[in-house]
């Protein structure tokens, strides 16, 4: 397929799907528009959801195996936050639960530690499979990508 990029815009592209998915889980390209811009005394935090076998998730803090905020709501496959969170610095220690869930998806009840700075611009990706074994091809397991868009 061809991916259209315009010049003078920001975008990452991620190859999405699963290799013998069909439908919406068939491999595809997807572009998400960057915003670059920095928030002074603050990060700024963008979250995409690419796990292509995974309800629609919620992105929540955790805290001794507790779900404390939920941070992103009702993020469908292959979305984006429609605007960037913004978050004090320090550091979070993050997972995703199916929408409305207590249980975290990812990895564990622990969760996954992140630690932002003023200034950051970041987005953070969920990929992997939620069921890897169950895939023909198997896929890796549900992880947290955390990339640095400044």
């Given at each position: 397929d061809d991916l259209t990029l315009t010049r003078g815009t920001s975008g990452s592209a991620f190859a999405i799907g699963l290799l013998?998915?069909?439908g919406g889980q068939a491999?595809?390209?997807k572009v998400f528009a960057d915003d670059?811009?920095?928030v002074v005394g603050q990060a700024k935090v963008?979250?995409?959801h690419l796990v292509p076998d995974?309800?629609?998730v919620d992105v929540v803090t955790v805290s001794g195996g507790l779900i404390g905020q939920r941070l992103?709501?009702?993020l469908a496959y292959a979305n984006a936050t429609s605007t960037p969170l913004t978050l004090a610095p320090g550091t979070y220690t993050l997972a995703i639960?199916?929408?409305g869930a207590n249980t975290p998806l990812l990895p564990t009840a622990t969760g996954v530690t992140v630690t932002?700075?003023?200034e950051d611009v970041k987005t953070i990706v969920a990929v992997g499979a939620l069921a890897p074994m169950a895939i023909n091809p198997p896929a890796q397991p549900i992880q947290l990508r955390v990339l640095d868009d400044k």
């Open positions: 013998n998915g069909t491999p595809q390209w670059r811009t920095a963008r979250v995409i995974a309800p629609p992103v709501t009702n639960v199916p929408t932002l700075s003023a």
